[in-house]
């Protein structure tokens, strides 16, 4: 039987590791956002010759339109694109006629535009949904591993139904940007302080979902790293996509977490007096492990192929997905359950 719990100063190093590198990441080269989040126009444009990236960009700043800071990024397909500036009608047909003179003739594949407004916004809700999941995911595991003895239900419908009715309503119902935020705060402020007081009261239920949640973080950390790394060397963007396949990805990988404490918890009930915490954790993640990644490699395996053999256009979702679930079935076994039972072990 292999020891994980023994190694697992280890592994919270290796992790500790990948996650500062990722933080780095983040903060020196920033995200690299889509037109979904900042706004612009996204035009994909195939040549009939073969061009180079200088040519094209100083075609485009010699344009009379004011195009801000073009960017240009070649694809595997042999097009090309450029991402300007908000682009009216006129303005991007004035862009294609300048560039076919100068150029040659091409195709248009695509041509997205997103006002900077709406970028913005899609923005702000894209951090209030994976943070809304995330209170989602701990309320949820609290209830589901509390202690039926001890521990009542009520209290965790009560909180999730007022923070979820709450949220459905700010988002849905209420069209002030500023008043959506300070319920967002609002709503982060009594998770935290519900959070504290389960904590200071020893409630076992409740570190499951906080155990959970770090793993989240730690995947989700290092997926965005990655993808930040990517975006500063070969342009990849965090688009709308990239958010979908974050929110995807808390439900995959809290889902082989869940598996393994739920083992943990029925291995307890049958624990014997010569038996350590230690040994229950150590068994439950030897039980589980090759269901876990039997079921994350058959996932794993189908997103390998989406990747090389899909249309370009959802290759950095996919890959995303692909990295996410590499990471989080590594986080459910290294990092979620030796975490759980260190700290059960210090009471």
């Given at each position: 039987?292999?020891?994980?719990?023994?190694?697992?100063?280890?592994?919270?190093?290796?992790?500790?590791?990948?996650?500062?590198?990722?933080?780095?990441?983040?903060?020196?080269?920033?995200?690299?956002l889509?037109?979904?989040?900042?706004?612009?126009?996204?035009?994909?444009?195939?040549?009939?010759?073969?061009?180079?990236?200088?040519?094209?960009?100083?075609?485009?700043?010699?344009?009379?339109?004011?195009?801000?800071?073009?960017?240009?990024?070649?694809?595997?397909?042999?097009?090309?694109?450029?991402?300007?500036?908000?682009?009216?009608?006129?303005?991007?047909?004035?862009?294609?006629?300048?560039?076919?003179?100068?150029?040659?003739?091409?195709?248009?594949?695509?041509?997205?535009?997103?006002?900077?407004?709406?970028?913005?916004?899609?923005?702000?809700?894209?951090?209030?949904?994976?943070?809304?999941?995330?209170?989602?995911?701990?309320?949820?595991?609290?209830?589901?591993?509390?202690?039926?003895?001890?521990?009542?239900?009520?209290?965790?419908?009560?909180?999730?139904?007022?923070?979820?009715?709450?949220?459905?309503?700010?988002?849905?119902?209420?069209?002030?940007?500023?008043?959506?935020?300070?319920?967002?705060?609002?709503?982060?402020?009594?998770f935290?302080?519900?959070?504290?007081?389960?904590?200071?009261?020893?409630?076992?239920?409740?570190?499951?979902?906080?155990?959970?949640i770090?793993?989240?973080?730690?995947?989700?950390?290092?997926?965005?790293?990655?993808?930040?790394?990517?975006?500063?060397?070969?342009?990849?963007?965090?688009?709308?996509?990239?958010?979908?396949?974050?929110?995807a990805?808390?439900?995959?990988?809290?889902?082989?977490?869940?598996?393994?404490?739920?083992?943990?918890?029925?291995?307890?009930?049958?624990?014997?007096?010569?038996?350590?915490?230690?040994?229950?954790?150590?068994?439950?993640?030897?039980?589980?492990?090759?269901?876990?990644?039997?079921?994350?490699?058959?996932?794993?395996?189908?997103?390998?192929?989406?990747?090389?053999?899909?249309?370009?256009?959802?290759?950095?979702?996919?890959?995303?997905?692909?990295?996410?679930?590499t990471?989080?079935?590594?986080?459910?076994?290294?990092?979620a359950?030796?975490?759980?039972v260190?700290?059960?072990?210090?009471?």
């Open positions: 039987m292999f020891q994980f719990i023994r190694h697992s100063k280890t592994w919270f190093a290796a992790s500790g590791i990948a996650i500062g590198i990722s933080l780095l990441a983040i903060l020196i080269f920033g995200l690299n889509g037109i979904d989040f900042t706004g612009g126009s996204l035009l994909e444009l195939k040549f009939e010759q073969t061009l180079d990236i200088p040519k094209i960009t100083e075609t485009l700043n010699s344009s009379e339109l004011d195009l801000g800071n073009p960017i240009i990024t070649p694809t595997d397909s042999g097009s090309y694109l450029i991402r300007v500036r908000f682009l009216e009608e006129e303005e991007r047909v004035q862009l294609t006629e300048k560039l076919g003179k100068e150029l040659g003739s091409f195709e248009t594949l695509r041509f997205t535009t997103m006002g900077p407004t709406l970028g913005k916004s899609l923005r702000e809700r894209a951090i209030r949904a994976i943070s809304y999941a995330s209170i989602a995911i701990v309320l949820y595991l609290a209830a589901v591993f509390r202690n039926t003895r001890r521990d009542s239900l009520t209290k965790y419908v009560s909180i999730g139904s007022l923070l979820g009715f709450t949220t459905i309503v700010a988002e849905t119902m209420v069209e002030n940007d500023f008043i959506r935020w300070m319920t967002f705060l609002g709503i982060l402020a009594v935290f302080i519900f959070l504290a007081l389960e904590i200071r009261k020893k409630s076992a239920s409740l570190k499951y979902g906080v155990c959970a770090v793993a989240l973080v730690h995947d989700v950390t290092i997926t965005l790293g990655v993808l930040v790394i990517l975006g500063k060397f070969l342009g990849v963007e965090i688009d709308s996509l990239t958010v979908t396949a974050l929110l990805l808390l439900g995959f990988s809290v889902n082989d977490t869940i598996v393994v404490f739920d083992r943990l918890r029925e291995n307890r009930k049958f624990q014997t007096g010569s038996e350590t915490l230690v040994q229950v954790g150590d068994k439950s993640l030897n039980q589980t492990l090759a269901r876990s990644i039997n079921t994350s490699a058959t996932t794993i395996f189908v997103l390998a192929l989406l990747f090389f053999l899909g249309a370009d256009s959802i290759r950095w979702f996919v890959f995303a997905l692909l990295i996410g679930m990471v989080g079935t590594y986080s459910s076994i290294f990092i359950t030796p975490l759980l260190r700290w059960e072990s210090k009471g």
